[in-house]
């Protein structure tokens, strides 16, 4: 407890370098945990203000804010083929708000001079375009929209300065989602007429980057938190669960590093400057796996994925079709698939 009070208070005292849209599981068991991961080794000296995405998030922002932005996080799966069981408390948040209630106070998050990143997990929904009207002092609902009148307010504050606009590394499972929110942005800064200025600047000094993530963050342990409340000592509503595995690959040049140093770090994040190939891996190799055994595996009463892999024929048939048919179609180095 003295040592995680004594990264509490490290955190609180360091800039503000990253804006997160989305207070659920998935970004707390993905990139905060590799936030964590770089400032546990000394990499990394920024912290992140984190906000939710739509009123109905309320509930888990205000369970960060009671908890001063502490979870703890336990990684358990297989790694290596042996299992394993991690357990960490994660305190990357200095600020903890609500925008629909302290809207004032995030649009303030707008001129933090240190503010280098926008990380969102918005859902596929989050990123599209939907009109909404501009009212003075009256929150915008999308999240577009929001970062819209936020880059409008961060031209202003620093005049402009090309050395000022920020990277958007969006992390919805959507194809070409970074390309899909500058769209957006831009649609939101037509509808409420910014000038071309602003309009420019976005486009020339703002990066939105097109990723994908890869990583089973499986949220709330219902069945073992009691115990594992009793043996630590504590409770914690924002307990959260994740495999081992993770990855993420970013299209953008490796010198981002210096901003983001998560191969420094030794975590499983690629940047590349064509991220097709990652993404047609994926969906033919685990999305293909599993639309394969879906219909056949519910004809026989299979429920879940265990069960397929285990069974005697239908583990047998999955591993044979990914391994001997859909890898050796795919267009990419062996050693990758």
């Known amino acids: 407890a003295e040592k995680d009070a004594g990264k509490l208070e490290e955190v609180r005292r360091s800039p503000v370098t990253v804006l997160q ?13 590799m936030i964590h991961v770089c400032r546990d080794k000394g990499l990394y000296e920024g912290s992140i203000a984190v906000t939710q995405p739509r009123p109905a998030g309320k509930i888990k922002i205000d369970a960060l804010a009671r908890q001063d932005g502490l979870y703890t996080l336990v990684t358990r799966g297989l790694e290596d083929g042996r299992p394993v069981e991690r357990k960490e ?24 001079a240190a503010l280098q990143a926008v990380v969102s997990n918005t859902t596929e929904a989050g990123i599209g375009y939907r009109p909404e009207e501009l ?3 009256c929150p915008i609902q999308s999240f577009p929209g929001k970062m819209a009148l936020f880059l409008y307010r961060r031209y202003h504050a620093f005049a402009g300065d090309p050395r000022k606009g920020l990277v958007f590394l969006p992390c919805e499972l959507l194809e070409r989602g970074g390309d899909k929110l500058l769209e957006a942005v831009l649609q939101y800064c037509r509808d409420w ?19 994908l993530v890869d990583r ?41 590093e210096q901003m983001l140093p998560l191969r420094q ?5 690629v940047w590349t400057d064509d991220l097709r ?22 004809l026989h009463g299979i429920e ?13 048939f999955v591993r044979e079709a990914a391994l001997e048919e859909i890898v050796p179609a795919l267009p990419l180095p062996g050693d990758e698939m």
């Open 21 to 33: 849209i989305g207070e659920g599981n998935f970004l707390r068991g993905f990139f905060d945990w």
């Open 89 to 112: 408390t994660i305190g990357v948040f200095s600020v903890v708000l609500n925008p629909y209630e302290e809207w004032p106070a995030f649009l303030a998050l707008a001129e933090e």
């Open 135 to 137: 009212v003075d002092g």
């Open 193 to 211: 007429g910014f000038p071309p200025e602003v309009v420019s600047w976005i486009r020339e000094h703002n990066r939105f980057l097109n990723t």
């Open 216 to 256: 089973i963050v499986t949220g709330y342990p219902a069945e073992q938190a009691e115990t594992w409340f009793a043996e630590w000592g504590y409770r914690d509503e924002l307990l959260n669960t994740a495999e081992p595995y993770c990855f993420w690959a970013i299209e953008a040049e490796p010198a981002m």
């Open 265 to 269: 770090a030794g975590l499983n994040v």
């Open 277 to 298: 190939p990652f993404q047609l891996r994926k969906v033919r190799i685990l999305n293909g796996a599993h639309t394969l055994m879906a219909p056949l595996g519910i």
């Open 304 to 316: 879940h994925v265990r069960e397929a892999m285990e069974h005697p024929s239908f583990g047998t």
